[in-house]
């Protein structure tokens, strides 16, 4: 018998150690990645954060698991390594995406054929170092 998962309910993640820096984090979301945040997050006791909101999608979300000790053989570095824990999401059109990162002056980094000879990943981190990809579909 196993477990009977129904779906997947969020991911969380650290996005630093004060509480002063969660505002400047949704700013953060909100700019780049046009989210809404859920105004109904509890407050909960010695965990002040947001709860951002994903648009409703017919992607089937999937855990990806990675065989690497410390740097992965695929990174450029120990930064760009696309084996880093990371939440990768989906995006209408990957050109718009990368135009839109620089414009708001992220770094990012691109992978071309890492998983496939037409497949583009793109690659940055959010203020607190988190790790995030986009890939466009079709």
Do not use: C
């Amino acid at each position: 018998m196993s477990l009977e998962v129904v779906g997947l309910m969020h991911v969380g993640y650290r996005i630093g150690d004060h509480g002063d820096q969660v505002p400047a984090m949704v700013d953060f979301y909100k700019s780049v990645f046009g989210l809404d945040i859920d105004p109904n997050r509890p407050t909960i006791p010695n965990i002040p954060g947001a709860w951002v909101q994903l648009p409703p999608s017919n992607i089937e979300p999937q855990l990806h698991m990675m065989v690497a000790d410390g740097v992965s053989r695929a990174a450029r570095n120990a930064r760009q390594d696309p084996t880093r824990t990371h939440i990768a999401l989906v995006v209408q059109d990957l050109l718009i995406a990368k135009r839109h990162l620089t414009a708001m002056g992220i770094d990012h980094w691109v992978y071309k054929g890492l998983v496939g000879t037409d497949s583009d990943q793109v690659f940055f981190e959010d203020p607190a170092g988190n790790l995030f990809e986009l890939q466009q579909i079709g």
